[in-house]
């Protein structure tokens, strides 16, 4: 990885949308251009808030419709699922 963050990064942890942002200064990019991979409803709260487009996996114990009700833009079974299937997501 070239960067990472973690919760000693920010004052708020998520759903609060400030490790998105810290992840986003590290990297030097731009919420239009990122897509977040979470597997709780917090993760894409805390990405929406940023204005960072997610895409879930179902790792976290949540259900799909858990996830599609806060907002992921896809939900797949897990990151090698996502990973066969990327040029099939919604955000392609």
């Known amino acids: 990885a070239d ?8 004052q708020a942890t998520k759903p609060a ?3 998105v942002h810290a992840a986003l200064d590290r990297v030097g ?8 991979i979470g597997d ?14 997610t895409l879930a996996v179902l ?4 259900a799909i419709e858990e996830l599609e009700e806060s907002g992921a833009a896809g939900v797949f079974e ?6 066969l299937r990327l040029d099939d997501t ?3």
């Open 90 to 92: 919604p955000l392609r």
């Open 40 to 53: 709780t409803p917090w993760d894409v709260h805390a990405a929406r808030e940023a204005g960072v487009s």
């Open 59 to 62: 790792t976290g114990g949540f």
């Open 29 to 36: 990019g731009s919420a239009h251009d990122a897509v977040m």
């Open 17 to 19: 949308p400030d490790l």
């Open 78 to 83: 897990s990151v090698a699922d996502l990973r």
């Open 3 to 10: 960067a990472w963050t973690t919760s000693a990064d920010v």
